[in-house]
């Protein structure tokens, strides 16, 4: 079993920033890849980023250049820096580690 609690969400102007962090812990191999979801009401979750083992990152092309994935496998811990950030940015982000899902965390952006 892998436990996966996010934090760091929160209701933040546009053009501010938010820091989310995913805390994992029970069964965890170190290999493993993790990544950040979104969904906001009314849509499908999707992906808005990868990162692997060994520090290689994937973005959704709606994030690029604003987020910015990390992780401290010291910690069990990935990080999600979110900059510039929009109105459409707001969802539910949860965090994913091969087959186990966080809780999510709010993220609402105002305009």
């Known amino acids: 079993q892998v436990q996966l609690v996010e934090s760091g969400g929160g209701l933040v102007q546009a053009g501010g920033s938010l820091r989310l962090s995913c805390a994992a812990s029970?069964?965890?191999?170190?290999?493993?890849?993790m990544a950040w979801y979104r969904q906001a009401p009314g849509k499908q979750r999707e992906l808005v980023a990868t990162?692997?083992?060994?520090?290689?990152?994937n973005y959704a092309d709606s994030v690029k250049g604003r987020f910015t994935i990390s992780r401290d496998n010291s910690k069990n811990t990935v990080y999600l820096q979110m900059n510039s950030l929009k109105p459409e940015d707001t969802a539910v982000y949860y965090c994913y580690r091969v087959g186990y899902w966080g809780r999510g965390t709010q993220v609402t952006v105002s305009s």
């Open positions: 990162i692997t083992y060994d520090g290689r990152t």
């Open positions: 029970g069964i965890i191999h170190s290999i493993d890849a």
